[in-house]
C-alpha cells in the first residue's frame, strides 16, 4: 500500500512539474496577485450598506430606487465655497434650508443630532441621487426604524424608550455617528 501512495504523490508532483514547465506559473501567480490588490483598492472605495440588522419587513420599507448599494465615490466633484463649515446649532426648519434644491448645492443632514455635510456625494444627494429626498432632514428615527421615507425624517423620540422587539436598531444609528 505504500508502494501506491508513493506512486500516486510522484504522480502529482511530476504532473506540477510538467504544467510547471508548459505554463509560466508565476505569471498567472503574479497576475492573481495584481487582480486581488485592484479588488482591495475597490472595496476600500466603497461604503458597505448593512441591513442586516433589519426584519425582512423592515428591509421592504427601504424603497428609495437605486439606494441601498455601494456607489463609487465621483471624482472632481464641485464642492460648495462652505462645504464642511461649521453651522452651529440649527433647527428642524433651518436644517430644511439645505435641502437638495438649495441653490449652493451644500446638502445637510442630521443624525441624533449631529450635522453631516454630505456635498461631496452628488451622486446620493443632489436633485437626482436617490436620497435627495432625505437631504434637509433629521434621519434618527428612519434609520432605526429601517424606513427610507420622507414620513419617517425630522420624528424626534428617545430612541432608548422606543421598543425594538428584541433587535439592535441603533446600529444604523451608530453608523452613521462613527462617521465622526
Known amino acids: 500500500m505504500s508502494g501506491y501512495r508513493f506512486m500516486q504523490g510522484y504522480k502529482q508532483a511530476m504532473l506540477v512539474k510538467t504544467l510547471a514547465t508548459v ?13 486581488k490588490q485592484r479588488a482591495e483598492a475597490a472595496k476600500s472605495k466603497r461604503s458597505t450598506l448593512q441591513t442586516d440588522h433589519y426584519e425582512d419587513n423592515q428591509k421592504q420599507g427601504l424603497i428609495l430606487s437605486g439606494g441601498h ?11 460648495p465655497s462652505k462645504y464642511q463649515e461649521p453651522v452651529g446649532l440649527l433647527s428642524p426648519s433651518e436644517l430644511e ?12 443632514l442630521s443624525v441624533y443630532g449631529n450635522i453631516f455635510d454630505v456635498s461631496d456625494r452628488p451622486d446620493k444627494y443632489d436633485p437626482d ?10 434621519l434618527t428615527w428612519g434609520l432605526f426604524a429601517g424606513v427610507d421615507t420622507v414620513e419617517y425624517t425630522n420624528k424626534f ?7 425594538d422587539m428584541g433587535k439592535d436598531k441603533l ?7 462613527a462617521a465622526t
Open 129 to 138: 441621487g436617490p436620497y435627495a429626498s432625505l437631504t434637509g432632514k433629521d
Open 23 to 35: 505554463f509560466d506559473l508565476d505569471m498567472f501567480r503574479s497576475k492573481y496577485e495584481e487582480l
Open 97 to 108: 434650508e439645505y435641502g437638495c434644491d438649495n441653490r449652493d448645492r451644500r446638502y445637510l
Open 171 to 177: 446600529i444604523g444609528v451608530c453608523s452613521w455617528l
Open 69 to 79: 448599494r455601494p456607489m463609487d465615490r465621483p471624482e472632481n466633484v464641485d464642492l
Open 157 to 163: 423620540y428617545d430612541l432608548f424608550k422606543a421598543r
